[in-house]
């Protein structure tokens, strides 16, 4: 169902389901679509039209429920099918969203991180360890890890001009989405997905006068 949901719905959706997942915790059972616009300051017309994506509906006067708002989110986003993934750069910020255990909540698996530095291989990060990048593709044995771990995501932190090397790395090891957090723009074939995590250009649009 994922595919069917416009790509500004999805980001939208995922806001909702984290703003839903405090309510639970709260134990708030109900929520109106102006509670969540008012949230994100966004027009709660637009939220009612993104939740309607997910087939669901709420109350007049009441709202949704919660909790099943929640669910029906993770169902169209498909949060709950397990997509593992392994972080290439174990530096300050690999490390860091290794840490990041929200992950787990949308579904996403980090299983393992890989990077150059022998000071950091055979280190472990929140329980995943570390190898040296070599090992994403053994062509002694030709063993993938990638195959053995059933991995397709792979998060890329390494230095910028690392990235295109990294990229043709994972490319051999049969990785079908990359989420790069570097600033390189990445050349890959037609098949393989890429998203760019701008975090410079969010950082200077969070800042423009």
Known sequence: MVKAIPGKAVKRLTLYHYILSDCTRQNVEHISSQQIAGLLQIDDSQVRKDIALCQTSGRTNVGYKAAELKKAIEQALGFKEKKSAFIIGAGNLGRALARHTDFQD????IVALFDTDPAKIDTLVNGRKVFHI????????????VNKQKVEIAILTVPGAAAQKSAELLLQSQIKYIWNFTPAVLSVPDNIRVYNENLMGNFLDFTKN
């Open 106 to 109: 949308y579904g996403l698996d």
């Open 134 to 145: 070599s090992e994403l593709f053994h062509i002694s044995t030709r063993e993938n890890l």
